[in-house]
């Protein structure tokens, strides 16, 4: 291996670990691992390191560039100013970082390391904003549901990476560093009260099983049962955590809504929402209202007694796919579905592969697209800064790794 390529390597995975680490501690803590890994995209362009990239690969950044160019060609189809490029924006900018991690793979150390500090650091803060500053739902230094759900996320990656630890010449350091990662991050969404994410948390569990359960013994799945089991109930019936109270708040909404005390709450509006975007689906199905549109539509159905005029204050469905299907019709709709669902399924096949570290990492591409999938069940996670930029880039970190291990294991064959 040449300097530059030792370099290059070296590079990567400090940009994967800062990417993970300092993704919600600091403003957009994000953006600092990206634009180093942006960065390298470009540098690609001096380097010339021989990609080969095969028909998988082309299937990743075709997936990411048809969502960014649909989105924002509609917009501008729609009349919207040219803030709403800004969004997509970051799936094309992602390609070249995928590009760069390909060429040049992180150690995997530091991309686990990363997740887990990201996770420890995202519940810590959480905790003191919850306990100590007295906030009623810890949002970091983003919205809370957005706080809530990508710090679930970086727990979920944290257990995800619980097969590489296996394998490691320190694997009871490493697995219990994990452990800690997804018991915080979990704990930061628990102390947000963004409910969304916790409802899809048993899918997680269930990929995790799949994936990881043959290599258990019976009285180890029996142990880590009775332990989820009785984690869930310490922290449901801790009066600290909030818990308790936001899932009691959710059956009363939904009761309310249903008898027809109360469409104000914040379950009730969101199913007010959902309402008025299945009859927007249903006037312009095939491209959609555009984001401007939406608004009219709704308003018009407000003035019709359709949907309660309290809805009016949100520009989105709080459903990441009714929206979607609401503003750019069946097209967006189905640029959505192929982001989630191609890398799903490419890095599933790979959920039962030999090598741990292959599967580690498959495991985390398989539950990045499961959390999405998830999220946006009660929100509209890609129209925000963070949503889409965690996505995109974790999506190119991951990816070029994998790629990376598809490589080594057809060299070997």
Not at 73 to 88: H, I, K, V, Y
Not at 272 to 292: C, N, R, S
Request: a positive charge.
């Amino acid at each position: 291996m040449s300097n530059t390529a030792r370099w290059a390597h070296h590079y990567t995975s400090l940009a994967a670990f800062l990417f993970g680490a300092l993704s919600l501690v600091i403003p957009t803590g994000y953006s600092l691992g990206a634009a180093l890994l942006l960065l390298g995209g470009i540098a690609l362009v001096f380097l010339r390191p021989g990609l080969k990239l095969d028909r998988q690969d082309r299937a990743i950044m075709a997936v990411m560039l048809a969502y960014a160019v649909v989105v924002m060609l509609m917009a501008l189809w729609g009349g919207e100013s040219s803030r709403a490029l800004d969004r997509p924006s970051r799936l094309l900018l992602a390609v070249p970082a995928l590009l760069f991690v390909l060429a040049y793979p992180p150690r995997l150390a530091w991309m686990w390391a990363g997740f887990a500090v990201g996770a420890i650091a995202a519940g810590t803060w959480a905790a003191w904003q919850k306990l100590f500053m007295d906030i009623e739902r810890a949002g970091g230094y983003t919205h809370v549901i957005q706080f809530g759900n990508l710090s679930m996320l970086l727990g979920i990656l944290s257990l995800a990476g619980l097969g590489w630890a296996f394998v490691q010449p320190r694997r009871l350091t490493w697995s219990a560093f994990l452990l800690g990662g997804a018991l915080m991050g979990i704990l930061g969404s628990l102390l947000s009260g963004s409910r969304g994410g916790w409802i899809g948390f048993p899918l997680v569990l269930i990929v995790l099983y799949r994936s990881y359960g043959s290599q258990l013994s019976l009285r180890l799945k029996l142990a880590i049962f009775g332990g989820v089991l009785a984690a869930a109930a310490v922290v449901f019936f801790m009066p600290q955590t909030g818990v308790q109270e936001r899932v009691i708040q959710a059956f009363n909404d939904i009761a309310w809504y249903l008898s027809g005390d109360s469409q104000e709450t914040s379950l009730g509006a969101r199913f007010e929402m959902w309402k008025g975007a299945t009859h927007l689906i249903a006037d312009k199905p095939f491209l959609g209202w555009g984001e401007i549109g939406y608004q009219s539509g709704m308003a018009s159905l407000a003035e019709q007694g359709l949907v309660n005029p309290s809805i009016l204050q949100f520009g989105h469905a709080h459903n990441e796919f009714l929206d979607a299907f609401a503003k750019r019709g069946v097209v967006g709709l189905t640029v959505l579905l192929l982001l989630y669902l191609v890398p799903m399924r490419l890095f599933g096949r790979y959920l039962r592969h030999d090598n741990l570290e292959v599967r580690s990492v498959a495991v985390a591409g398989v539950l990045l697209s499961v959390a999405y999938i998830d999220f946006g069940l009660s929100q509209v996670f890609l129209t925000h800064n963070s949503g889409v930029m965690m996505f995109a880039f974790l999506l190119a970190i991951l990816w070029g790794v994998h790629g990376h291990h598809r490589r080594c294991l057809a060299s070997r064959t």
